[in-house]
């Protein structure tokens, strides 16, 4: 199956032409905007929504003020920008022509007059109003659009390639990308489990934890925020790693994009918004899809995700959001690292013809006796999955300093995943509602801001588990015998408080706790197919009901407008999954009643320094203690493996990001970046049982580092923008993608090896005072991977085992023979181009 698509061809040749006969203009240095806000008395607002606009191309920012009334806008290109302040029962202020001067920063301290009784302040809807995106004095980062949207911006993983603290794998498609935030989600392969998602607001993460990110083009965001560490006090079950929330680009007009690429990639892209005195709303379509660089990974994609906004009356607005998304895609098979050093892209494997290739073990006839060996190709793997997503938010004023926010979604994942020797067909519906109140005002005599919300969440599944047949075709139905059935349900809710508040001109501290009550029922049907005798059906009931509580506590000190210090203590929980709970652990089915959720305390310290427009250097350390740890184990000889709880562990480690122009005079247009994380995660208490014949060995990995968990990564970026002259426009960066190699196993044995990624891009960017054609392009070329080397771009975990007939412990050229790894791409090319309209 292929998606429909209009195909943009020959549009770099075009952009060679055009360039080639003008003279290239451009500015792409960015600064900062910021300021306070404070009523006709002096007194400092929170909460005040801050609208600002490019004068020359409509893009727009939306921040909000914190209790101090501060309010800070980085990242801004060079450039013309009008500033909206609004908060309700205030008159709206509009300030025209704030200049953002070269590699340099502004500062906007703004004044409201209090509206009169039945005035109508007409302003832009706001499209984005969570006020808890950037938790005050945690550790959060933010990624704006100027830093990848000239970029191969393939999937998520470049976004975050910029954000220290978190590091990416491969997961089951092209841009389905495993996220982790220091370490939290590194033993999950596919998708992203312990830590929260949203997009503009609206959680896109659905009530058993799992959030995928095919539904993410990064084309379509103005920026991403990350929270990191524990952050269940505020956003609930599952936030043990912390938030990420997606900003959809604010777009007047129309632009198209093209990117094309090696292997045969393109995404054709169309952007679209307009912005009226009570509405604004904005649209993003894409179609991707390409052959990839290993065998038997073709995909095709198509995305839209919408937002819209409308005042419907001075005290209310209602937002819109919808985001569907349809992937078909193949799939190759992990490789064990021998294979990885023999054919680290499955060349020639579409028949297990050359060395190094792997494959699935298929029963001949669908359900029992005689296997095969076949390859992904043979095989059929893949994935046809769609998602759609829909919310409503609706904000009423009660006074100008407390609004209601009341917000439904509804999620449906609906999959076909014939992934290995089994696949899965299972309809995911759910959804999710959060009622929250938010005060901004004074408390006890303090500036101060009040958090509360209440929360319910709902999901509902029916999972049909089947054996893949030899030269069958699962994704159009052609499967063996059913293996399992898993159908039931899962419910979160909950109740969370945060209360901000000004002590001192310099001084913001912060309370808050949730609590969470979690039910699971499920009941899960597993067959078996003896030869010579009747199909048997094994039937296990299970229902668990978790409550959960989780506080923090922060503290930030300014200590001058250009360094703040602060630190946090968080906490954080997940619960288990309905299908941890049917093996008890005597190893026979049942209700494994003893499972606990996972659950976590952290604590960070950090500084934000800015001395000047020259330097910004962010830095913060973070310990966390682990506790109960989901885990498998084996019970014994001949039973089945079950889930259990690793007692403790602890996570201790740094990151930082440094962004410097050493000479902003003599060569303005030089920036250099880096982002760096070092991140140690052990075992305190866990000791592992492994079993083989007649054996069952016990073995203690107090102090062994967690498998999956990359120690130390880098991004060093060298990046020259000209800022002036006849190649104004012209810029480019050279950078280095660095990762530790890390453990695949619990007894530390065998490593995924590290790896440097060397990339480079040239880029045109128009400046935003210039008129004409080439005001309305931007293009780039850019080479990943220049030296073209194998690297790992994914591994899995792999199980310790035991020699069946000594019952010791196997060696690392065992575990180097256990399916585990994705190679990265090679060298590969990509260009890419926009153009827009203005009304």
Not at 144 to 171: C, H, K, M, R, W
Request: glycine share 10%; charged share 15%.
């Amino acid at each position: 199956m292929r998606l429909n698509r209009n195909v943009i061809t020959s549009s770099l040749l075009l952009l060679t032409i055009v360039i080639g006969a003008r003279s290239l203009r451009s500015q792409t240095t960015t600064g900062v905007l910021s300021g306070t806000v404070t009523d006709q008395s002096g007194g400092l607002l929170a909460g005040v929504q801050i609208l600002v606009e490019n004068e020359t191309n409509g893009a727009a920012r939306t921040v909000y003020t914190d209790a101090g009334g501060r309010y800070s806008v980085p990242n801004l290109p060079a450039g013309s920008y009008r500033v909206t302040a609004t908060l309700p029962r205030f008159e709206a202020l509009v300030r025209q022509g704030v200049v953002i001067p070269t590699g340099g920063s502004a500062s906007a301290d703004l004044t409201l007059k209090v509206g009169r009784v039945g005035t109508e302040v007409k302003v832009n809807a706001p499209l984005s109003a969570d006020p808890t995106e950037v938790p005050t004095a945690q550790i959060d980062n933010v990624v704006n659009q100027e830093d990848y949207t000239n970029t191969q911006a393939l999937s998520v993983a470049n976004i975050f390639a910029l954000s220290p603290g978190v590091t990416t794998q491969q997961g089951n498609g092209p841009r389905d990308i495993s996220i982790s935030i220091r370490g939290s989600n590194a033993q999950q392969t596919y998708g992203v489990r312990n830590l929260q998602m949203s997009e503009d607001g609206f959680p896109v993460t659905q009530p058993d934890g799992l959030g995928r990110t095919d539904i993410n083009d990064p084309h379509a965001y103005d920026e991403v925020d990350v929270v990191e560490g524990p952050s269940s006090a505020l956003y609930g079950n599952y936030a043990t790693g912390g938030h990420i929330n997606f900003h959809q680009r604010q777009v007047q007009g129309i632009e198209f994009g093209a990117d094309v690429g090696s292997f045969g990639y393109e995404n054709d892209y169309l952007s679209m918004g307009s912005t009226g005195e009570q509405y604004r709303w904005t649209g993003f379509f894409s179609n991707v899809r390409g052959s990839q660089y290993t065998d038997h990974t073709n995909y095709d994609t198509f995305t839209a995700d919408m937002l819209a906004g409308y005042s419907l009356t001075p005290k209310d607005r209602i937002v819109l959001k919808f985001i569907d998304n349809e992937l078909v895609t193949q799939l190759s098979i992990r490789l064990s690292l021998n294979q990885y050093q023999l054919n680290p892209w499955q060349k020639g494997c579409a028949s297990l013809a050359v060395a190094g290739c792997a494959s699935v073990s298929l029963y001949e006839n669908g359900f029992n006796g005689t296997k095969v060996s076949e390859s992904a190709d043979e095989a059929e793997l893949g994935r046809h999955d769609r998602r759609t997503i829909l919310g409503m938010r609706w904000d009423h004023d009660f006074t100008e300093k407390t609004t209601l926010s009341t917000q439904v979604v509804w999620d449906d994942r609906d999959i076909n995943q014939p992934t290995s020797s089994t696949g899965v067909f299972e309809p995911v519906p759910s959804y999710n509602m959060i009622s929250d109140l938010i005060r901004h005002g004074t408390l006890w005599g303090v500036q101060s801001t009040t958090y509360v919300a209440l929360s319910f969440n709902y999901e509902n599944y029916k999972e049909d588990s089947y054996n893949l047949t030899p030269m069958g075709n699962p994704l159009d139905g052609t499967v063996g015998g059913t293996t399992a059935n898993l159908f039931g349900n899962v419910w979160n809710s909950g109740l969370r408080a945060r209360q901000e508040f000004l002590l001192a001109k310099k001084w913001t501290a912060v309370v808050g706790a949730g609590f969470e009550h979690t039910g699971l029922a499920a009941t899960e049907q597993n067959y078996a197919y003896p030869s010579g005798a009747a199909p048997t059906i094994t039937t296990i009931p299970a229902l668990r009901v978790y409550n959960e509580f989780a506080p923090s506590g922060a503290l930030r000190f300014q200590a001058t407008p250009g360094l703040a210090v602060h630190g946090d203590v968080g906490t954080g929980y997940g619960t288990p999954q309905s299908s941890n709970l049917f093996v008890t652990p005597q190893g026979v089915y049942g209700n494994n009643t003893q499972l606990k959720a996972q659950t976590n305390v952290g604590t960070d310290v950090g500084a934000d320094w800015k001395p000047g427009s020259y330097l910004l250097l962010s830095a913060a350390g973070f310990y966390e203690w682990f506790h109960n740890e989901l885990v498998t184990q084996s019970p014994g000889v001949n039973l089945q493996s079950y889930t259990y709880n690793a007692p403790a562990s602890a996570h201790r480690g740094v990151t930082m990001i440094a962004d410097f122009h050493p000479t902003p005079k003599v060569l303005p247009g030089v920036r250099f970046r880096v982002n760096y994380l070092f991140d140690r995660q052990s075992y305190s208490d866990f000791i592992e049982q492994l079993s083989a014949g007649n054996f069952t060995e016990r073995f203690n990995r107090d102090g062994n580092l967690i498998p999956g968990v990359i120690p130390q990564s880098l991004n060093f970026r060298v990046v020259y923008d000209q800022p002036s002259g006849r190649a104004r426009g012209i810029g480019g960066f050279v950078e280095d993608v660095v990762s530790q190699g890390f453990y695949l196993d619990n007894a530390d044995l065998i490593k995924a090896p590290g790896s440097h990624v060397l990339n480079a891009n040239l880029h045109y960017t128009p400046a935003a005072e210039k008129s004409g054609l080439l005001s309305r392009l931007t293009f780039y070329i850019e080479v990943a991977n220049i030296v073209g080397n194998a690297y790992v771009s994914s591994a899995s975990n792999i199980a310790d085992s035991l020699n069946s007939a000594t019952g010791a412990e196997n060696g690392a050229a065992t575990l180097a023979t256990t399916g585990s790894i994705w190679a990265g791409p090679p060298r590969t090319i990509y260009g890419g181009l926009r153009f827009w309209l203005r009304r």
